[in-house]
């Protein structure tokens, strides 16, 4: 018997590790306090439910998930000399969390006379695997991509078959665990959805993907973030799939949308490379200032920025997305991460944590590679300081206001036009359209000035010049 340890790949097929585990496997999933102190209801009612499915899959094949709860150091060994087990199988988790704990369990197991196999699952190339030509981390994505993509990928694993049957405790509930219910309406988990996910994407929107991704009110992108995230999906089975649709693709311009989809794999690849060659990025830019940035941080600012009650439609939609779907559409956060930074001033670590904190799809590298490439201290090639103009990033990405209103409700009834000149209307006007809406708390133009000469300073220049 061997073990597979269950962490963020919750699924049975096209799972590395699980695969490797040669016979009579007994997975098992522990539920770990210090790594529960770091949840988030949506994130872990989302594992809950992917971790239901996997059970009643395992269920299925006649054997059974093994859950237990306490420090993974002390009960994988102890299940392991329960069993006669040899070998316990995991794969590689990139946080800077998980990475300490699994030292401490890879110390404890060896200790027992265990030995841990670890594997790389998450991602198609690891960290080191796609470098310069000297050998060197790419911090600058375009390079990444064209490697990335030449790169011969693996075709997806093959569920195990053999299966042991050693139940531990059963599920713990989200208030056994000390979580509230969420209060967001999360994405169905597991790997059922997933696959009907991926099927949907790739049967058809993924063609138009190029066209439409940027457009927040159709939602044709593919909404696989959480799963990739818990990994209720594999990496190779959505690759493949792509790939079957770009071989079927009927026009040259579909082809093109596969490929553009497949970049977008690749950003969260590249990501999580920067992360593991620069785990300080989580609490410090990556991008270094000479003098620091002095944020302006102004509490009330960051509040109304929270609660979506900016007076910038498309901004307050984002943030009430979030709130409600415990997601947002990747454009939309582009443009509340520059909001936050460049027109409020205030620094990114405010936004992560808030996202981190309300996010289903969380997770540290994409999150922070985010962040800090809206805020200007990330891995962004522009030279120059980035700052989009919320308004018209509104009047071109949502220009029936369809998204806003969804989520915007004291806009529901407002004119597209009104909505987009909202910064300009006068007093009267913003009263007669929309009473409850409050009025911009902050200036674009004059923000704008002041971030330019915020980061000006921080370059050490003059910020008049
Ligand atoms: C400030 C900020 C914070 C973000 N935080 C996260 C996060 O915590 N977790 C997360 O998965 N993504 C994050 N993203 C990236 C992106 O917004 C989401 O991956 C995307 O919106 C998820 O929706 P989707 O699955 O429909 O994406 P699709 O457009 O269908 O893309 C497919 C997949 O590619 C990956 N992907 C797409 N765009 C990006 C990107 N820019 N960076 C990294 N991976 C990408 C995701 O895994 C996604 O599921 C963040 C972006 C910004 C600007």
């Given at each position: 018997?061997?073990?597979?340890?269950?962490?963020?790949?919750?699924?049975?097929?096209?799972?590395?590790?699980?695969?490797?585990?040669?016979?009579?496997?007994?997975?098992?999933?522990?539920?770990?306090?210090?790594?529960?102190?770091?949840?988030?209801?949506?994130?872990?009612?989302?594992?809950?439910?992917?971790?239901?499915?996997?059970?009643?899959?395992?269920?299925?094949?006649?054997?059974?998930?093994?859950?237990?709860?306490?420090?993974?150091?002390?009960?994988?060994?102890?299940?392991?000399?329960?069993?006669?087990?040899?070998?316990?199988?995991?794969?590689?988790?990139?946080?800077?969390?998980?990475?300490?704990?699994?030292?401490?369990?890879?110390?404890?197991?060896?200790?027992?006379?265990?030995?841990?196999?670890?594997?790389?699952?998450?991602?198609?190339?690891?960290?080191?695997?796609?470098?310069?030509?000297?050998?060197?981390?790419?911090?600058?994505?375009?390079?990444?991509w064209?490697?990335?993509r030449?790169?011969?990928?693996?075709?997806?694993?093959?569920?195990?078959?053999?299966?042991?049957?050693?139940?531990?405790?059963?599920?713990?509930?989200?208030?056994?665990?000390?979580?509230?219910?969420?209060?967001?309406?999360?994405?169905?988990?597991?790997?059922?959805?997933?696959?009907?996910?991926?099927?949907?994407?790739?049967?058809?929107?993924i063609?138009?993907y190029a066209?439409?991704?940027?457009?927040?009110?159709?939602?044709?992108?593919?909404?696989?973030?959480?799963?990739?995230?818990?990994?209720?999906?594999?990496?190779?089975?959505?690759?493949?799939?792509t790939?079957?649709a770009a071989?079927?693709a009927?026009?040259?311009?579909a082809a093109k949308s596969v490929e553009e989809f497949q970049g977008e794999?690749a950003?969260?690849?590249?990501?999580?490379?920067?992360?593991?060659?620069?785990?300080?990025?989580?609490?410090?830019?990556?991008?270094?200032?000479?003098?620091?940035?002095?944020?302006?941080?102004?509490?009330?600012?960051?509040?109304?920025?929270?609660?979506?009650?900016?007076?910038?439609?498309?901004?307050?939609?984002?943030?009430?997305?979030?709130?409600?779907?415990?997601?947002?559409?990747?454009?939309?956060?582009?443009?509340?991460?520059?909001?936050?930074?460049?027109?409020?001033?205030?620094?990114?670590?405010?936004?992560?944590?808030?996202?981190?904190?309300?996010?289903?799809?969380?997770?540290?590298?994409?999150?922070?590679?985010?962040?800090?490439?809206?805020?200007?201290?990330?891995?962004?090639?522009?030279?120059?300081?980035?700052?989009?103009?919320?308004?018209?990033?509104?009047?071109?990405?949502?220009?029936?206001?369809?998204?806003?209103?969804?989520?915007?409700?004291?806009?529901?009834?407002?004119?597209?036009?009104?909505?987009?000149?909202?910064?300009?209307?006068?007093?009267?006007?913003?009263?007669?359209?929309?009473?409850?809406?409050?009025?911009?708390?902050?200036?674009?133009?004059?923000?704008?000035?002041?971030?330019?000469?915020?980061?000006?300073?921080?370059?050490?220049?003059?910020?008049?010049?």
């Amino acid at each position: 018997m061997e073990i597979h340890w269950h962490r963020n790949d919750l699924r049975a097929t096209d799972n590395v590790g699980l695969a490797a585990a040669e016979s009579d496997v007994l997975p098992v999933f522990v539920f770990d306090d210090q790594v529960l102190d770091h949840g988030s209801p949506p994130r872990v009612a989302f594992m809950l439910d992917a971790l239901a499915e996997l059970r009643s899959w395992y269920r299925e094949q006649g054997g059974d998930l093994h859950v237990a709860h306490g420090d993974p150091s002390a009960v994988l060994p102890d299940l392991a000399a329960e069993h006669g087990v040899e070998t316990v199988h995991y794969n590689v988790d990139y946080s800077g969390l998980a990475q300490e704990r699994d030292r401490a369990v890879r110390a404890a197991l060896s200790d027992a006379g265990v030995s841990a196999t670890t594997h790389q699952d998450a991602l198609h190339h690891e960290p080191g695997s796609i470098t310069t030509n000297a050998g060197d981390p790419y911090s600058v994505y375009t390079y990444f991509w064209r490697k990335w993509r030449d790169r011969e990928k693996e075709e997806p694993y093959d569920a195990p078959e053999d299966i042991a049957d050693v139940s531990g405790r059963s599920l713990p509930t989200l208030d056994e665990l000390g979580f509230e219910e969420p209060t967001a309406d999360v994405d169905e988990a597991g790997m059922t959805t997933a696959r009907e996910r991926l099927d949907a994407f790739v049967d058809g929107p993924i063609y138009e993907y190029a066209e439409e991704r940027d457009d927040p009110a159709t939602s044709k992108t593919s909404r696989l973030s959480p799963h990739l995230r818990w990994g209720t999906v594999g990496p190779r089975t959505v690759y493949a799939a792509t790939e079957r649709a770009a071989a079927d693709a009927p026009d040259e311009d579909a082809a093109k949308s596969v490929e553009e989809f497949q970049g977008e794999l690749a950003w969260r690849e590249f990501y999580h490379h920067v992360l593991h060659f620069n785990p300080e990025v989580v609490t410090q830019n990556y991008k270094e200032y000479e003098e620091g940035i002095d944020w302006h941080d102004d509490p009330d600012e960051i509040a109304a920025w929270k609660e979506g009650r900016t007076g910038y439609p498309i901004v307050d939609a984002g943030m009430r997305q979030l709130r409600e779907e415990a997601w947002m559409h990747n454009r939309v956060r582009m443009i509340v991460a520059s909001f936050l930074t460049k027109d409020l001033m205030a620094d990114w670590r405010h936004g992560y944590a808030h996202f981190r904190d309300h996010l289903v799809d969380h997770n540290t590298a994409s999150d922070n590679g985010g962040w800090q490439w809206a805020a200007s201290t990330g891995t962004d090639a522009q030279p120059y300081f980035r700052i989009f103009n919320p308004m018209t990033q509104g009047e071109r990405y949502d220009p029936n206001a369809k998204y806003i209103r969804e989520y915007v409700p004291e806009l529901a009834g407002v004119n597209p036009d009104t909505i987009h000149s909202w910064h300009e209307a006068d007093e009267e006007t913003r009263e007669f359209a929309a009473p409850d809406y409050p009025a911009p708390i902050v200036d674009h133009g004059e923000r704008r000035e002041q971030a330019l000469a915020m980061f000006k300073r921080a370059r050490g220049e003059d910020p008049d010049e």
